[in-house]
Every structure is written in C-alpha cells, then in structure tokens.
C-alpha cells in the first residue's frame, strides 16, 4: 500500500530534551516537506526536500532541522525543543515537485512541556 | 509566495444541496490550483486538482478555474454530512506550498 509514515503518533516531552519524528514514504517520491498546524493558523511548511541530499526553509524553519541522506526518508529534528513547538506536525510527499497532489502523513501531535 | 484567499466560513449547507467554495488568488502566474479537504485533527486529502481553463468534474465534486478573473472555485453536488470538513485551495508551486487555513464547511442533516 502507497502511503506516508509518521513516527511517533503521539509524543509528550519535555522543554530542551531532543527529539525526532521520522518520516518515510513507499513511493519513490523526489519532493517530500514538513509542516506544522496550529489553531487559526493553518498549515505551515517548515522544510522541504526536493530530492536526495536536496533541503530548503520554508515559512517557519527556526528551531527545526532535517535530513534527507536517503530517498525515501525525511526526518525532523527538534535539537532543543521548547513549548511554542507543541502542535501538530504532518509530512507529505510528491512524485517531483510542489506543483503535484501531496500525500500526506497520518500527522505527529507534539506537546513539549 | 503564492496566496489566495478564501471565506473561513463556517458555511452552512442543508444536505442535498450545492455547497460552493471560492477561492481567490493574486499571482497571474499560478497555473494549477488544489482542492483539499481536512478533517478535524486528520491530516489533509486531495480531492481534485485543475490545470486548464474551465471545469472538471469527477462525481460529485466540480473544480472551476478562471485564469482571467483569478478564480477558483469547488462545487459539491448532493452535499452529505459526510462533507462537513475544511476545505483548502492550494496552487502549485515549484518549491514550496501555501494552504492557509480553508474554508469550513458544515452540511446540517
């Protein structure tokens, strides 16, 4: 089954302490990105990856670091998290660029505490 | 970066009836738009997407695209509770995507 994997579902930790939620897709896409979702504000990207070795910011980079040593995964890391990161985070990825449908991940809820 | 602007609603539609979802955007250079949909705490599903000029229908969705008046539009067909959800209008883009926070619609029983 073609589909987007998140790791962890569901995380509660605390200020400071790193953390990484992995992200890995089944479909040979190129384009694969990272956003967060909080209340009123819609979906905002963080990071994008065009391809292999291939990373840009997005809206909302700062505090947020990402990988991409590998085709089909695309992780997120928090070095030192803080509260103003707790929200819900999605992964999604495309055959090659932004401008294709995205799939999209079952989503990551982070509360930093 | 590309925007748009869409009514955050909430629209309200009896069941059965048309619901429609506008959309606007300001850069003449976007030539494809999407149309998502996101359920409370789900993450975002494609529901149609439009490249050209015109209308594309698939069931009961119709995605409406006017290059000219910088307008985008999604029409539901037989509207079911079923589409009580938020609905996002996206244009492509090269890099990065912007999906602002949609419009929601709720289909009242």
Excluded at chain 1, 80 to 105: D, E, K, R
Excluded at chain 2, 47 to 62: A, H, L, P, Q, V
Excluded at chain 2, 77 to 96: E, F, H, I, K, W
Aim: charged share 20%; glycine share 8%.
């Amino acid at each position: 089954e073609a589909q987007v994997t998140q790791n962890p579902r569901y995380l509660i930790t605390v200020t400071g302490k790193k953390l990484t939620v992995t992200c890995s897709q089944n479909m040979n896409h190129e384009y694969m990105s990272w956003y967060r979702q909080d209340p009123g504000l819609g979906l905002r990207q963080i990071y994008y990856s065009m391809n292999v070795e291939v990373t840009d910011k997005g809206d909302v980079p700062e505090g947020y670091k990402v990988s991409r040593k590998e085709k089909r995964n695309f992780p997120l890391i928090l070095e030192s998290p803080s509260p103003n990161q707790t929200s819900l985070y999605f992964c999604a990825s495309s055959i090659s660029t932004a401008n294709q449908p995205q799939h999209f991940g079952d989503g990551t809820r982070l509360s930093i505490l | 970066q590309k925007e748009v602007e869409q009514n955050s609603g909430p629209l309200s539609v009896p069941e059965g009836a048309i619901a429609s979802l506008n959309c606007t955007y300001s850069d003449r250079g976007s030539q494809s738009f999407f149309w998502y949909r996101q359920y409370s705490g789900k993450s975002p599903e494609l529901i149609m997407f439009i490249y050209s000029n015109g209308d594309k229908e698939d069931g009961r969705f119709t995605a409406q695209l006017n290059k000219a008046s910088q307008y985008v539009s999604l029409l539901i067909r037989d509207s079911q509770p079923s589409d009580s959800a938020t609905y996002l209008c996206v244009p492509g883009g090269a890099n990065n995507l912007f999906f602002g926070t949609g419009t929601r619609l709720t289909v009242i029983p």
